[in-house]
């Protein structure tokens, strides 16, 4: 399973690190990502990671948003600068899960609210 924190409130141009823990019967971890779903609109990609450290970002959040992960702890962060109001969502973790019995998982974290208002 997933468990998401760090999210909240700021002003616009400020920062905010979002940080997702994976537990449980784990043999590896592919790629881990970032979604988010505002008010009406679908769930997207923000931003993913595979176990080698390449990464992916959406044209909305390039040169803003930096996605790390610590594959020891199990661990994805998402470091978020420049945050504007439109960045406003619901953000989910996700990771593509390689259990001990040899199964994946496509596993999402429970989400955690941004809000970037003045």
């Known amino acids: 399973q997933l468990q998401a924190s760090g999210g909240g409130l700021v002003q616009p141009g400020g920062s905010l690190r979002l940080s997702c823990a994976a537990s449980?019967?784990?043999?590896?971890?592919?790629?881990m990502g970032w979604y988010r779903q505002a008010p009406g609109k679908q769930r997207g990609l923000v931003a993913s990671?595979?176990?080698?450290?390449?990464?992916n970002y959406a044209d909305s959040v390039k040169g803003r948003f930096s996605i790390f992960r610590d594959n020891g702890k199990k661990m994805v962060y998402l470091q978020m600068n420049s945050l504007k109001p439109e960045d406003t969502a619901v953000y989910y973790c996700?990771?593509?899960?390689?259990?001990?019995?040899?199964?994946?998982?496509?596993?999402w974290g429970q989400g955690t609210q941004v809000t970037v208002s003045s």
């Open positions: 990671i595979t176990s080698g450290g390449s990464t």
């Open positions: 449980g019967s784990i043999f590896s971890i592919n790629v």
């Open positions: 996700n990771a593509d899960i390689l259990k001990t019995d040899w199964r994946r998982d496509d596993a």
